[in-house]
C-alpha cells in the first residue's frame, strides 16, 4: 500500500473548554502545528478540524514525529481515507490488514461521528468479515491482546482506517496561557523548568544573569544552547531574550553583607529584575527552576526569605521533583546535553551558605547596600535580542 494520506491528531484538556474557548485554542494549535511542519521540513498541504480531531494531510512520514512534538498534541495516527459508508471502510480494513501473518490474531476498533444509519458494532462486523474474506490466512480475532488492532472512525463525510498511534508531548497549545519571564542559569534544572510552563501553554521570554567576573563565558554559552534547544519546541516565534549584568550585585553582597546569606541576596535581586522585565514585555509571572531542598537557597525556609516581599507571581514547576526525574525530563527534551557541558560555576557562592534565613535578617542585610541603584544599573545596562 501507499503511505498513509492523513494524520489524526488528538488532544485532551482542550475538549473540557467552552465552545468558543476550544474554537479558539485549536486555532493556535494549528497554526503550532503548521510552524513544527514547516521547520522541519515535512511536507503536508492542508491542516483541517473537526469536532475532537485536526487532520494534517500528508503522505509524508516525518509530518507525524513533527506533530507529535507540538504543545498540546495528546497522540496522532497515520491514517488511510475512504468514503464514510461500511463497504468502503471494510474493504479499506482488508488491505490494512494484509501485512497480518498466520496464525496471528486481529481486532476492529470501530467508532463513528455524524449521522448514519449503522452503528459501531455495524463497522466491526463488516471490517472483520473483509479482513477474514480478503487475508485468506489462518487467523483469529482477539479483542483482548491482538497481534494486530485496526482501528476505523466514520465520521460525517470521510472514514478513517489505521493500525496505531504514536504518544504526543501533551499539555496545552502554546500561547494560550500567556508569557512568563523564564530564568535561565545553563544548569540542568531552569531549562526543564521552562519547558514545563510551555507544555502548559506559555510563551516564554528567557532572562540570563550574567555573573561575571565571578564567572565566565563558558556558563553563558551553555544558557544559550540551552535557549537554543528550547526554541526548537516553539518555532512559531522567536525568543526574545535578555541578558542582565549580575556581577556588581554579587560584589557589593560579598563586600556588605553577611556572606552566608549571598545565595538569597542573589536570588532576590534575579527576581527584581525579572520583574522589571515582565512590566517591559507584559508578562504574567517569573519561571524558576527551584527543586524544594535541592540546594541551600532551595529549602522552605529560604525559598520564603528569596521570595518575601516580591511583588510578581514566582513559578516553581519543579518544585515536587527530585533531580533524577528532572534528569530524564532534560534527556527526553533535549537541553541534558548542553547543560552539563564544562563550565566555570559561579565564584560567589559562600562554603557554609545560610539554610534557614529569616525574612527579616534578609531585609537587614539588604539595608547595607543600596539595591533601587543596583537594579537600576542592571535596568540600564540590560541586553535584549533575538537570536
Partial sequence: MKNPNVILVRYDELALKSKRVRARYEQILIKNIKAMLNADGSSYSDISREMGRIFIHSDDPDALKSASKVFGVVSAS???????????????????????????SFAIRARRAG?????????????????????????????????????VELRQDKAYVFT???KGV??????????????????????????????????????????????DDTTRERAMQCIDVLQRWAPQKKFTIYEAPHGDNLLAFLSNCDNR????????????????????????????????????SQTSQNMLASMHGMEHPIYHPLIGL??????????????????????TCCMAVP???????????????????????LVDSMIRNIKRFTP
Fill in 78 to 104: 497515520p491514517a488511510y481515507t475512504c468514503d464514510p459508508t461500511l463497504e468502503a471502510a471494510a474493504e479499506l480494513s482488508a488491505e490494512v490488514a494484509d501485512t497480518i501473518r498466520e496464525d496471528q
Fill in 115 to 151: 449521522n448514519h444509519e449503522f452503528t459501531s458494532r455495524d463497522i466491526a462486523i463488516a471490517c472483520g468479515d473483509a479482513v477474514f474474506e480478503k487475508v485468506n490466512k489462518n487467523i483469529r480475532v482477539d479483542l483482548d491482546n491482538p497481534d494486530l488492532e485496526i482501528f
Fill in 164 to 166: 496505531g498511534s504514536i
Fill in 170 to 215: 501533551g499539555g496545552l497549545p502554546m500561547g494560550t496561557q500567556g508569557r512568563m519571564i523564564a530564568l535561565i542559569s545553563g544548569g540542568i534544572d531552569s531549562p526543564v523548568a521552562a519547558w514545563l510552563m510551555m507544555k502548559r501553554g506559555c510563551e516564554i521570554i528567557p532572562l540570563y544573569l550574567n555573573n561575571s567576573p565571578f564567572s
Fill in 261 to 296: 546569606l549571598n545565595c538569597i541576596l542573589c536570588r532576590r535581586m534575579m527576581y527584581r529584575i525579572a520583574g522589571e522585565v515582565l512590566k517591559l514585555e507584559g508578562a504574567h509571572g517569573i519561571i524558576t527552576g527551584s527543586s524544594l531542598g535541592q540546594v541551600a
Fill in 322 to 343: 527530585d533531580k533524577l526525574e528532572i534528569t530524564d525530563i532534560a534527556r527526553k527534551i533535549g537541553t541534558f546535553e548542553p547543560s552539563t557541558r564544562p563550565a
Fill in 351 to 373: 562554603e557554609y551558605p545560610s539554610t534557614a534565613a529569616k525574612p527579616q535578617e534578609v531585609i537587614d542585610a539588604e539595608k547595607q547596600i543600596d539595591v533601587p541603584s
